[in-house]
């Protein structure tokens, strides 16, 4: 895999792509700004005027691109790569993508004859730069390993997923749990705020505690992932404490949506039998509920 | 600081009161069940018969109880230790009650002569017994440098949160956060297992990025704490994988109810102008809602 | 019945008392609030100067107040009704207070040798003037019947629940679905102002169909209450539709966090094998997951 | 309009197309699926094998199809209506898509030459076959007064609702409205039956107050609408109540969502200025929170 089409060059793409040209690869690269190739003028590596253009003669395309639609288009659309690319060839999408999206155009890519991995990214842009990224792959041990050197030259931690699709899905929890997460910090400082303590004070103490260090780090492991749902703090008090900071919030006028939607949940464990169990049984009760 | 009335000897409870028995301090205690004052039957303390007598010539009163009710009628019931505790004299609530309980329970004690501190307790069980718990205080500077001593036989990191009441409020704050972490997580493991990821391999994934270790922090000091909004991932992109995330657990049946109200959120962005700014600018978003 | 203690002359309970006036019974009237006091002044009834001297020599005592603290502070307090009442009356709270205080309440009063119904009223200060509210009873059938007569003279309707607490429950469910509702309506309001619907063309439409004349009345009582759940709308259609609105809402930027957790539980229909059911359907899925 | 290409024969479709044959026109039926095609055989009706062959040498074309795919397919694809279709003609959609599949159908539509209407309908099956939907209409007048004839044999009410896309947007929030409305009324139906209450009498209780005729027919035109927020019942007292249902749901298991949501909602009431404002203030709120 010497000869690469790079598709897409923004935040995450241009350093990438920089770092494939540092390593010896012959790069095509595209995008559909101006100003993002621009960059590339100077480096080693072909400016090309369209998907199609970048992907003659390559051994592999390479699409970062912002969504679903960019990436199809770019892959399938009338000045797309698969115009030009040699059948048999791999695409390898590293885009955040819909998981439905990404697994319909493996299946146009394998009936024109292409191989596809979905490789979707992790961290962060000055990881892009220092090669440094984590890639989580979807698709075919054999295809993996074909594009394993490339991937190594991205990111320091290459994670097989399973096979087609379950990189792009895994992408998707993974972003889910954490862009949730910026709202429930928002929550907590907001309330913090308003009730009137002091904002250094309440970020040192989240921080040091399960709050701020997370239950799949601190108590999901040694509690319900090891099969122990004994109470360390049971399903009810966690129950309370939720309560109890929603009344905090309606008094200081602080909207703690999840807290609220957490609350009506942690109710359901009296039904299920569940209010006594360590509060990380709620990965069971959540199971039960969606019949996992 | 001596003679110490130590009321409610539970999960949490019962270990305290040994490490302060263990450290050479008096104890009357008292427990509404016979069980679990059964242990300290062998232990050098009094076993008092009700929270009156147990507070009778004690230095201060420390309840460590489920909730508000508890505390209210251990303290100033028909038989609570205000009936025999000396005025002047200090009462400690460590347990976790609603905000507006401990700070009414703070008005009616001042009015009787009684100094307070709410000093509610993090961590677990394990740490209540290795004296290594966090002992979140809100009261008079004063009476926290009285009672030091005796937290710091139970705790070995102790926060001065703030006046009177901030010691609950920010421990609420706190178990607001991890609560809803709990089923945070949960949304998250269950989407993986119903679209069939292998759950080692998404637990270490998920244990190695912010959606694991947390944005509190991971981003959250680095960024809007450290009034940088520019974006990382900005809060649009954030908008998008969430949305790709829902439409994932909505064709697997696996309900997200935390990320439905996030994407939402996030979905305001827009009209406030910060679709572009860092993710970690939904606190500032948060703010501007909540007029904090 | 003929002599009652009215306590609480606010909106509702002002117009209510100057009813009972009318028909004829003897007053004595208490609130806190001068200002409330002053029209009765002039009426044929006694101004009491508190709860218990209210209570002297009365049939029956009716508290219109507004919330649990008032209302235990106005019949158990110091100088509460039951300081004065004759052992065997019957005591009406008519106030919307929290179910749990109701029956403590309750149990309390019976303790005390007293009898008491929950009466909460429904409708509004127009319909207390007018003597047409609903009075929702909760208590014993020949405690009703004794203050029927009275309940006749404010009310229009009035509905026995079933024992006590069922008339507050039966309130508070009342209340639930039409403050919920007011959130509902100006979801759809704001989105369709967001998206440059008229708003006159907005409200005519939605006013004649299902959505604003309600599930409960249109289609409910023909299909699941009826047990029939044959789709005329199945709930996989309702899913596609809310997640059609969601999507117009986010490029809108319009929050729509009621619909975000509905598409949530309509995906739930899925796994638990309701997708093709009728939409009302939604009943039998909600009293699965909390097994009802 | 009298030769009418018709897809999609299902449910709503079928009986709508026989409508418009009883009424004489001349119609070109089609569907994927044979057996919906199998009543038609022995209408005075021409089956066709494919949208395309449908649409040929007709005034107009119908799609009344399930999801945005199957229009843009039936539309545009390669067997699509468009490849037969005289320039000029009118594309009328009467399903349910989202909002920006409508419109970017119509620009698409109008590229190649053609007008569109977005042409949604209300109301069941059985209006269906009576001819009496509610057809709400988005498009130009001149469009809608040529299609009038055809939709006053489908629909008893013909809304216009704007220009292009208006239609299918009014309906979105319709559905959006209803739908929500089957999880409320599910939601109070459930908490009525955990705490015990006989269902007939919840039901007609429900039935005759806002919580079923629905706040937008009973309040909202009266109070916001009229602009007068004058509390008949303040947010502060809506607060107040969902927060007591909320405590009887959770004593009971059963689960709250929306009114989780609401309570939350509520609050923002306090930091806005809007917690003494009658309840239909809630949509100032939501105006102020969208910044519509």
Redesign the interface.
């Known amino acids: 895999m010497k000869k690469i089409a790079f598709l897409g060059l923004g935040t995450m793409g241009g350093p990438m792509a920089r770092n494939l040209i540092a390593a010896g690869h012959e790069l095509a690269v595209f995008d559909v700004s101006a100003r993002a190739l621009e960059p590339f003028a100077s480096l080693p590596c072909r400016i090309a005027g369209s998907p199609r253009d970048a992907a003659t003669g390559v051994d592999a395309v390479i699409t970062m691109l912002?969504?679903s639609a960019h990436v199809r288009e770019a892959l399938l659309g009338a000045a797309g790569a698969c115009q030009a690319l040699e059948k048999g060839r791999l695409v390898i999408d590293m885009s955040?993508?819909?998981?439905?999206s990404s697994l319909a155009l493996a299946r146009d890519l394998n009936a024109l004859g292409y191989r596809m991995l979905d490789a979707p990214v992790?961290?962060?842009?000055a990881d892009a730069a220092a090669g440094t990224l984590?890639v989580?792959v979807g698709g075919a041990e054999a295809d993996l390993a074909e594009a394993r050197p490339i991937f190594e030259r991205l990111g320091s931690?290459i994670?097989h997923?399973?096979p087609q699709g379950?990189g792009i899905?895994?992408k998707?929890?993974?972003?889910?749990?954490?862009?949730?997460?910026?709202?429930?910090?928002?929550?907590?400082?907001?309330?913090?705020?308003?009730?009137?303590?002091?904002?250094a004070?309440?970020?040192?103490?989240?921080?040091?505690?399960?709050?701020?260090?997370?239950?799949?780090?601190v108590?999901?492991?040694k509690k319900v992932?090891a099969g122990d749902v004994s109470p360390?703090?049971p399903m009810r008090?966690?129950?309370?404490?939720?309560?109890?900071?929603?009344?905090?919030?309606?008094?200081a006028?602080?909207?703690?949506?999840?807290?609220?939607?957490?609350?009506?949940?942690?109710?359901?464990?009296?039904?299920?039998g569940r209010a006594d169990q360590d509060?990380?049984a709620?990965?069971l009760?959540?199971?039960d509920?969606?019949?996992?």
Do not use: C
């Not at 040091?208 to 780090?217: E, K």
């Not at 006028?253 to 299920?272: D, F, Q, T």
């Open positions: 912002p969504d955040t993508i819909a998981a439905s992790g961290r962060t842009p984590l989580i931690t994670v997923a399973g379950h899905k895994l998707l929890v993974n972003n889910y749990m954490s862009a949730v997460g910026t709202l429930l910090t928002a929550e907590a400082l907001t309330l913090a705020k308003k009730v009137g303590l002091d904002r004070i309440t970020v040192q103490v989240l921080s040091s505690t399960t709050a701020g260090r997370g239950q799949l780090i108590n999901y492991p992932l360390d703090f008090m966690a129950h309370k404490d939720v309560s109890h900071a929603l009344s905090l919030g309606a008094e006028g602080s909207p703690l949506l999840l807290g609220a939607i957490a609350r009506e949940m942690l109710a359901l464990a009296g039904p299920w509060w990380t709620m990965l009760l959540l199971e509920l969606s019949r996992a």
